[in-house]
């Protein structure tokens, strides 16, 4: 029996289908946003494993405050990383599919029940992710970052990356458990997992934009040090797998992003950036309905909060 067949023969009939894994590190500003999200899914057979990664702010006790059965909290007071932690996630999955969520995220409404349709309906797929827009603090939209839809587009040039947003995936937790994330490649953990799996599993792509990432500010010490840990991971992950070419072509690709990103967190110019798609109707306005409920959500919050408060 494959890992495969045994994850799925041990999967209990009252088990969710869906994992939704989210390690939180210092993200008490956005978390009840992230999470909301996730509770007002019009899907509901999901749970929550919502891991703490030694956070020093209000992270633990405002993921204590959901009165939400499905949400699980782990908290062990280490910083271990987000690929030590999205592995423990996966470990303690009881969906058939796991899927991502980060801190500072929102998805949409129709986030999960667009993606279970999907693998339901085409079990040959092992992993998904669909398009994102892009939002700043203040709520506005700046873009919107599409996905291509199958799998032969996906992973056309491996060596430049994978336009597939990680915030975004969900697949087979099985493919999973045979693809770990690297403690090595923390911050393009993503980046050297599917490079490692793409000639071996199939992806796919939902045009459809189901979550809004959250990018207020960009550093350029932390892409530059995202280009070298992605440098060296692809790298070695290449050389491993006699993809001579691939290294060449990367180390000629890497350094002039960073030149790019330099120009444009740098100096401001913003043609040496990669351009954003523009925002169609639908997205925007599901984004605004999903701004609205999450406010009167804090509203909620916060008067709950008084209330206890004066008492």
Same mark, same amino acid.
């Given at each position: 029996?494959?890992?495969?067949?045994?994850?799925?023969?041990?999967?209990?009939?009252?088990?969710?289908?869906?994992?939704?894994?989210?390690?939180?590190?210092?993200?008490?500003?956005?978390?009840?946003?992230?999470?909301?999200?996730?509770?007002?899914?019009?899907?509901?057979?999901?749970?929550?494993?919502?891991?703490?990664?030694?956070?020093?702010? !209000?992270?633990?006790?405002?993921?204590?405050?959901?009165?939400? /059965?499905?949400? &699980?909290?782990?908290? @062990? +007071?280490?910083?271990? #990383?987000?690929?030590?932690?999205?592995?423990?996630?996966?470990?303690?999955?009881?969906?058939?599919?796991?899927?991502?969520?980060?801190?500072?995220?929102?998805?949409?409404?129709?986030?999960?029940?667009?993606?279970?349709?999907?693998? !339901?309906?085409?079990?040959?797929?092992?992993?998904?992710?669909? /398009?994102?827009? &892009?939002?700043?603090? @203040? +709520?506005?939209?700046? #873009?919107?970052?599409?996905?291509?839809?199958?799998?032969?587009?996906?992973?056309h040039r491996p060596w430049k990356g994978f336009y597939f947003p990680?915030?975004?995936?969900?697949?087979?937790k099985s493919w999973f458990m045979a693809h770990r994330y690297q403690?090595?490649?923390?911050?393009?953990?993503?980046?050297?997992?599917?490079?490692?799996?793409?000639?071996?599993?199939?992806?796919? #792509?939902?045009?459809?934009?189901?979550?809004?990432?959250?990018?207020?500010?960009?550093?350029?010490?932390?892409?530059?040090?995202?280009?070298?840990?992605?440098?060296?991971?692809?790298?070695?992950?290449?050389?491993?797998?006699?993809?001579?070419?691939?290294?060449?072509?990367?180390?000629?690709?890497?350094?002039?992003?960073?030149?790019?990103?330099?120009?444009?967190?740098?100096?401001?110019?913003?043609?040496?950036?990669?351009?954003?798609?523009?925002?169609?109707?639908?997205?925007?306005?599901t984004w605004l309905d999903m701004r609205n409920k999450l406010d009167?959500?804090?509203?909620?919050?916060?008067?709950?909060?008084?209330?206890?408060?004066?008492?």
């Amino acid at each position: 029996m494959d890992s495969r067949e045994a994850g799925e023969t041990l999967l209990k009939p009252d088990s969710p289908l869906v994992t939704v894994g989210l390690s939180v590190y210092n993200g008490g500003a956005t978390l009840a946003d992230a999470v909301n999200s996730i509770r007002a899914q019009t899907y509901e057979n999901w749970e929550l494993i919502l891991i703490d990664d030694g956070s020093r702010d !209000e992270s633990v006790r405002i993921a204590k405050s959901f009165r939400d /059965s499905r949400i &699980v909290i782990l908290s @062990d +007071g280490e910083n271990k #990383g987000l690929p030590a932690r999205l592995n423990e996630a996966v470990a303690r999955a009881r969906g058939k599919y796991f899927c991502r969520m980060d801190q500072d995220d929102i998805a949409f409404p129709q986030r999960l029940a667009r993606q279970v349709e999907f693998l !339901e309906a085409q079990p040959e797929v092992d992993l998904i992710a669909s /398009s994102v827009v &892009v939002f700043r603090d @203040d +709520g506005s939209l700046t #873009g919107m970052i599409k996905v291509s839809k199958c799998h032969e587009d996906i992973v056309h040039r491996p060596w430049k990356g994978f336009y597939f947003p990680h915030p975004t995936w969900m697949g087979k937790k099985s493919w999973f458990m045979a693809h770990r994330y690297q403690d090595s490649a923390d911050g393009a953990e993503d980046q050297l997992l599917l490079y490692n799996a793409f000639e071996t599993s199939r992806f796919a #792509g939902l045009r459809e934009v189901l979550l809004a990432y959250r990018e207020d500010s960009r550093s350029l010490r932390k892409m530059y040090r995202r280009r070298l840990v992605f440098w060296r991971a692809i790298c070695k992950g290449a050389l491993g797998r006699r993809r001579v070419l691939d290294v060449i072509l990367i180390s000629i690709f890497q350094p002039l992003r960073i030149v790019c990103d330099f120009l444009n967190i740098g100096l401001g110019i913003k043609s040496a950036r990669n351009t954003l798609a523009r925002v169609d109707a639908q997205a925007t306005l599901t984004w605004l309905d999903m701004r609205n409920k999450l406010d009167v959500n804090h509203t909620s919050a916060s008067a709950k909060s008084s209330t206890l408060e004066r008492k």
